[in-house]
């Protein structure tokens, strides 16, 4: 039988937190992997739970912050006045685990953010000291999104780019033959038995979005595609994750959750209310308000979805228009109205804003912090930072393309003109946020 060793890295970064944040793909990979006969050894960095490590406090919903270690920043971006850190299970700790391991056939390992490229590169070193003879393939977002970037990396022989389409034929040049079908409607359940502990388990229901907003790059690291599971597939997810590890948080990583509600996720949360369930739902990804009508707010709040989170990303008109065409003023104000009447009060759904754009205007920034205060939202900024292959990257300086670090959301904040009315504005919504 062969044997692969599916690795999450470490991050290094301003900033970290455990917001139900899991690595799905490697996750469902380690599934596809396991029903073609392939045997499975899996190691998150990331896994705040892991038994290797003093577990780090969580919240009431399984969320909280990571191990870190404050380590001076890459020479690059040293002028940056905030504190550095590697997050995640030590690198000696991780590098003891390995040892204890049989020499796998290959190893994979996944990549998120592309500025998150460090952690990377110290797995590979790690792993190459102790498996000098076994090939390493890399895939993930940086990989997709930096493929140039992530060939410079020493000691990756192989890398994979938008999913598992490539994946088969990578494969079979090491003997390991598999059928790497990249239809996610098919996918099995996510591997989560690869966990001793869980307090939350992520699951989607679809892959991809069918819209095209300037500043995402969905449609790449998707190619293309908008493929949804059955309503009874997604079910049975559900009940088998819950049963099995007493699950109490299920977190929804659906781009469009809300995309077509009448036939999907209407049906889902109907199903729901008939189970005699014990747990909450969450949805860090923004929802999308526009679709919200009476009927799938009321069932959101009977189903125990918890802090929905919407994306609004800007209250000015001209910017709505330009960047996403996803919803209007007006309309965000009727669905507000509509998942109050539901049952959900002030302070107890959030709303995305997108901060630290290219000449963003600081007024029309303070407006939308304002507007959505006075729906009674919490706010919650998503700092801009620059994503190859959006509509968005063509107006981006070439300095921050020759660098994945430079497309650090702190550090492209920092380098805004505006930078300190930009940190002003966010202690203003964080103060309004300790009124509702």
């Known amino acids: 039988m062969k044997r692969i060793l599916l690795v999450n890295p470490p991050i290094y970064d301003f900033s970290a937190y455990d917001l139900w944040a899991k690595p799905l793909a490697l996750l469902y990979l380690s599934s596809i992997l396991k029903k073609q006969n392939v045997q499975i050894e899996f190691f998150d960095y990331m896994d705040r739970l892991s038994k290797l490590i003093e577990n780090t406090e969580s919240n009431i919903y399984g969320c909280g912050h990571y191990i870190k270690e404050k380590i001076a920043k890459p020479k690059i971006i040293e002028d940056i006045q905030k504190d550095y850190f590697r997050f995640g299970i030590p690198a000696n700790t991780a590098e003891k685990y390995f040892e204890s391991l049989q020499p796998p056939d290959v190893i994979i390992i996944g990549s998120v953010m592309t500025y998150w490229y460090m952690g990377v590169e110290e797995t590979v070193k790690s792993l190459k000291k102790i498996f000098p003879d076994t090939p390493i393939i890399l895939g993930g977002i940086y990989a997709t999104l930096c493929f140039e970037h992530a060939q410079k990396i020493k000691d990756i022989n192989d890398i994979i780019t938008g999913g598992f389409s490539g994946l088969e034929t990578i494969l079979e040049k090491y003997n390991i033959n598999i059928k790497s079908n990249n239809d996610f409607s098919s996918f099995p359940i996510p591997d989560y038995s690869v966990y001793e502990k869980l307090e939350y388990v992520a699951i989607r229901t679809s892959i991809g979005c069918p819209f095209n907003c300037s500043y995402c790059a969905q449609k790449i690291l998707n190619n293309r595609t908008y493929s949804l599971k059955t309503i009874d597939v997604i079910k049975n997810e559900i009940y088998e994750l819950t049963n099995d590890k007493n699950i109490k948080n299920v977190v929804f990583y659906d781009d469009t959750l809300l995309y077509n509600a009448n036939r999907h996720i209407k049906v889902l949360f109907r199903n729901m209310l008939d189970y005699n369930k014990t747990f909450n739902m969450h949805t860090p990804t923004g929802l999308h308000a526009k679709f919200l009508d009476e009927e799938l707010a009321e069932l959101m709040f009977h189903v125990k979805l918890i802090d929905p989170r919407f994306s609004l990303e800007t209250a000015d008109a001209h910017e709505q228009q330009y960047s996403d065409h996803k919803i209007t003023n007006n309309e965000f104000k009727s ?46 900024f998503s700092e801009y930072g620059p994503i190859p292959y959006t509509a968005n990257w063509a107006y981006i300086d070439e300095l921050f393309k020759e660098e994945p670090l430079f497309q650090n959301r702190t550090y492209f904040l920092s380098r805004q003109k505006n930078y300190s009315e930009l940190l002003e504005l966010k202690q203003f919504a964080k103060n309004l946020n300790n009124k509702l």
């Open 335 to 380: 669905a507000i109205k509509i998942l109050k009447r539901a049952g959900y009060k002030n302070g107890e759904y959030t709303v995305y804003l997108l901060i630290g754009m290219p000449n963003q205007n600081i007024m029309s920034i303070k407006d939308s912090i304002k507007f959505a205060h006075d729906l009674g939202a919490k706010i919650e």
